[in-house]
């Protein structure tokens, strides 16, 4: 797997109101973020729930690898070539991981193409003493 070109990193709160870091190629803070979604190819929408002014509010980012780090809100990477899910630092507190071919489901839900070409995902260390991964209709690429 390539290095990301767009690292995203929870830095707490909930889904919906996630406060993140995202590193494109600066550093960036994001409080209350509801969602990273489509918005062209190879940008991503954040959407900041801080921000007042609606238009205001969507950041455009543009990367065509990207890593994401214990997020837990929705991220729709729809088109996307390559993907990192990271939940080495966290706990999956549903004590489920599904990954499916066109989203994983577990800290948080993440949409993708089922025309991927690379995906890697990194479980929890320590292992989690329960955890059940279920694996449903990918290819190859995982």
């Known amino acids: 797997m390539e290095i990301p070109d767009m690292k995203c990193e929870s830095k707490g709160g909930s889904v919906g109101e996630e406060d993140e870091t995202i590193e494109n190629p600066k550093i960036m803070q994001f409080a209350n973020v509801k969602s990273i979604s489509g918005g062209g190819l190879n940008r991503r929408r954040l959407y900041d729930n801080s921000i007042e002014n609606l238009a205001s509010r969507q950041r455009q980012l543009q990367a065509t690898t990207y890593e994401f780090n214990c997020i837990l809100s929705e ?3 729809t088109g996307t070539q390559s993907i990192s899910i990271n939940y080495e630092k966290c706990q999956i507190s549903s004590g489920t ?5 066109t989203q994983a489901i577990g800290v948080g839900v993440t949409t993708y193409s089922s025309s991927l070409q690379s995906a890697t995902v990194t479980m929890p260390s320590p292992i989690q003493d329960i955890l059940t991964t ?3 209709d990918c290819n190859a690429e995982w």
């Open 134 to 136: 279920v694996i449903r």
């Open 97 to 101: 991981f599904e990954i499916g071919l």
């Open 75 to 77: 991220t729709d990477l």
